[in-house]
T-cell receptor
Framework: DAMVIQNPRYQVTQFGKPVTLSCSQT?????MYWYQQKSSQAPKLLFH???????NEADTPDNFQSRRPNTSFCFLDIRSPGLGDAAMYLC?????????????FGPGTRLTVT | AQSVAQPEDQVNVAEGNPLTVKCTYS??????LFWYVQYPNRGLQFLLK??????LVKGSYGFEAEFNKSQTSFHLKKPSALVSDSALYFC????????????????FGGGTRLMVKP
């Protein structure tokens, strides 16, 4: 089945130690998104890629970076995780053609910072 | 600026009873509206959407939603709730205000926790 895959599902890192979360998709969608979600709140968009074009949200901290080496893969890098970065990180994809406006989400990576 | 409101943090319903999860929106122009469900420690799952056409939209797992333009609402409904429907539900509207390669940005409501008791 076509899907969005996130690895790992659970990640523990130490305060200040860089961590990378990965997302892959078999849907061949040209848009990929990274969200941060804390304790059952609404997901907060960090950034998205439209093809290879990177689009950062204005309030996304510099500590968060992303890479998209090809259509299928996207990575979220947290350069120096703080305790406040502990959250669920969600990857999503969407095509950019009508009427397929919905986003398809991966299962998420739960990040713990110790 | 557009916005989505889910006025209830939690909805409690008995199994077998009908359920409604409320959503109201504020956008300029015609809205594209979505409902997602999130089970514990999982990502969001798409349930249904309204783009145009019939105001009653049917989706996955027996859910449906009614678009009401005059009341700017898009309430999620199900005729008979199951315990397995217990989850977090998010209403969202497509962001119509972006320019350029904006993809399909969504503005989410704050979420409503649905608790279905046996």
């Amino acid at each position: 089945d076509a899907m969005v895959i996130q690895n790992p599902r659970y990640q523990v890192t130490q305060f200040g130690k860089p961590v990378t979360l990965s997302c892959s998709q078999t849907l061949n969608h040209n848009v990929m998104y990274w969200y941060q979600q804390k304790s059952s709140q609404a997901p907060k968009l960090l950034f998205h890629y439209y093809d290879k074009d990177f689009n950062n949200e204005a309030d996304t901290p510099d500590n968060f970076q992303s890479r998209r080496p090809n259509t299928s893969f996207c990575f979220l890098d947290i350069r120096s995780p703080g305790l406040g970065d502990a959250a669920m990180y969600l990857c999503a994809t969407s095509p950019d053609r009508a009427p397929y406006y919905e986003q398809y989400f991966g299962p998420g990576t739960r990040l713990t910072v110790t | 600026a557009q916005s989505v409101a889910q006025p209830e943090d939690q909805v409690n319903v008995a199994e077998g009873n009908p359920l409604t999860v409320k959503c109201t929106y504020s956008v300029s122009g015609n809205p594209y509206l979505f409902w997602y469900v999130q089970y514990p420690n999982r990502g969001l799952q798409f349930l249904l959407k309204y783009i145009t056409g019939d105001n009653l939209v049917k989706g996955s797992y027996g859910f449906e939603a009614e678009f009401n333009k005059s009341q700017t609402s898009f309430h999620l409904k199900k005729p008979s709730a199951l315990v397995s429907d217990s989850a977090l539900y998010f209403c969202a509207v497509r962001d119509m205000g972006r320019r350029g390669n904006a993809g399909n940005m969504l503005t989410f409501g704050g979420g409503t926790r649905l608790m279905v008791k046996p």
